[in-house]
């Protein structure tokens, strides 16, 4: 797959046409997401797909932005067990699951939600894991806008990267020597909740640490799936093109003067 190819085009769709996804399509998303890398290997997680007369009207009201459900031929919920990290790593398996989608020529759309056991009660689901995320699927009618903003509207990797400490920011010149320009480009590209861009990189040596800001306009949830995705297009990019990446989720025992309402949530060795 070529995952350059597909962040930069990738779009969000909210208007599909009534054509329900082939099933070798979605043995084919299984496929690839039960053989590719996870945040937190150790989490057990299924996946459940509808369609949409299995789903939407039994979602309307409890799923979707402020109660809007998208109306698309199929979705694909996760479900998870639950322990530390583990809505982080949904976003992360969720994201890459969306991808391989785009990659087969389907289009999607993150569906929000707040309460897990109405959705496991609406959709009558006996499970022990906990739905951790729902995916909207299906081929758009019209591309409306893509899942970010125009690049020119996000903040340059200059401006989201630091060295040693917040607030001394790092150059191209010195992200090109380290080999390194090249991820956060893309993970500058990240969708996240309201297109806040609310992530930061530290590096510190050989480590990277990742910082998230904390507002008002996203809840907990939608918070930790965006470290999920930041996570997943960084080391996506290292992956194709310097080594195999480790996150390791958590705050780091130095102090790196971050403002109050960011937090460390993760770090990697580069």
């Known amino acids: 797959m070529n995952y350059k190819n597909l ?3 990738k779009r969000s769709v909210r208007e599909f046409k009534n054509e329900e996804i082939e099933a070798v399509k979605f043995d084919l998303i299984r496929e690839y997401i039960n053989s590719s890398k996870k ?5 057990q997680v299924d996946f459940k797909v509808y369609n949409k007369d299995e789903a939407y009207q039994k979602l309307d009201k409890v799923a979707g932005y402020n109660g809007y459900m998208i109306e698309a031929p199929n979705y694909i919920v ?12 949904s976003g992360y398996i969720g994201e890459k699951l969306i991808l391989k989608a785009r990659d087969l020529g389907i289009d999607s759309c993150w569906v929000t939600f707040e309460d897990s056991s109405i959705i496991k009660e609406r959709l009558k689901i006996e499970s022990d894991k906990e739905v951790t995320a729902i995916i909207a699927l299906g081929y758009g009618e019209v591309v409306k806008s893509k899942s970010s903003s125009s690049d020119s509207d996000r903040l340059g990797v200059d401006k989201i990267v630091y060295i040693d400490e917040w607030g001394k920011n790092a150059t191209i010149e010195i992200l090109e020597q380290r080999g390194l ?3 956060f480009s893309f993970a500058r590209m990240a969708p996240s909740t309201l297109n806040r861009q609310p ?9 990277l640490m990742l ?9 907990e949830y939608e918070g930790k799936i965006d470290v999920g995705i930041a996570m997943l297009y960084f080391s ?3 992956d194709m093109t310097m080594f195999d990446l480790k996150w390791t989720l958590g705050n780091v025992d130095k102090d790196y003067k971050i403002p109050e309402e960011y937090k460390i949530v993760g770090y990697c060795n580069i």
């Open 181 to 183: 320009l090249d991820a």
């Open 236 to 238: 996506l990019i290292i």
């Open 199 to 207: 992530w930061r990189f530290i590096i510190d040596g050989g480590k």
């Open 211 to 219: 910082a998230v800001r904390k507002d008002e306009f996203a809840s």
């Open 39 to 43: 945040l937190l290997p150790q989490v």
């Open 7 to 9: 962040i930069s085009n």
């Open 78 to 89: 996760i479900l998870s067990d639950v322990c530390d990290g583990y809505i982080e790593n």
